[in-house]
Nanobody, 122 residues
Framework: QVQLVESGGGLVQAGGSLRLSCVVSGRTFSNYAMGWFRQAPGEERDFVAGISRSGDSTYYADAVKGRFTISRDNAKNTVTLQMNRLKPEDTAVYYC???????????????WGQGTQVTVSS
């Protein structure tokens, strides 16, 4: 069983930065592509960013392109989402997820973390 634990959420003012981390255990981390998703109240869970198993390929939603950066450290079983120039519309619960390939649809991911709240005040 794969376990994912997110950390790093919090409250930040618009224009600020946060760094989310997700530590994966239970299986060989480098066997999994990783994704970050977010869900605002009353909204669907949306793709934010994804990274391939090797880390060579990254993918971003248009809404975060140029502001967010996804990275991974396969030696530390960790995937990170650096979020800069945050906006109030970035407010959501952020989830990391694992799958064999990067996908933009949440139902295609096999494993999920519990989520971490990000709140951006205006």
């Amino acid at each position: 069983q794969v376990q994912l634990v997110e950390s790093g959420g919090g409250l930040v003012q618009a224009g600020g930065s946060l760094r989310l981390s997700c530590v994966v255990s239970g299986r060989t981390f480098s066997n999994y592509a990783m994704g970050w998703f977010r869900q605002a109240p009353g909204e669907e869970r949306d793709f934010v960013a994804g990274i391939s198993r090797s880390g060579d390929s990254t993918y971003y939603a248009d809404a975060v392109k140029g502001r967010f950066t996804i990275s991974r450290d396969n030696a530390k079983n960790t995937v990170t989402l650096q979020m800069n120039r945050l906006k109030p519309e970035d407010t959501a619960v952020y989830y990391c997820a694992a799958n064999t390939l990067v996908r933009t649809r949440d139902y295609l991911y096999d494993y999920w973390g519990q989520g971490t709240q990000v709140t951006v005040s205006s």
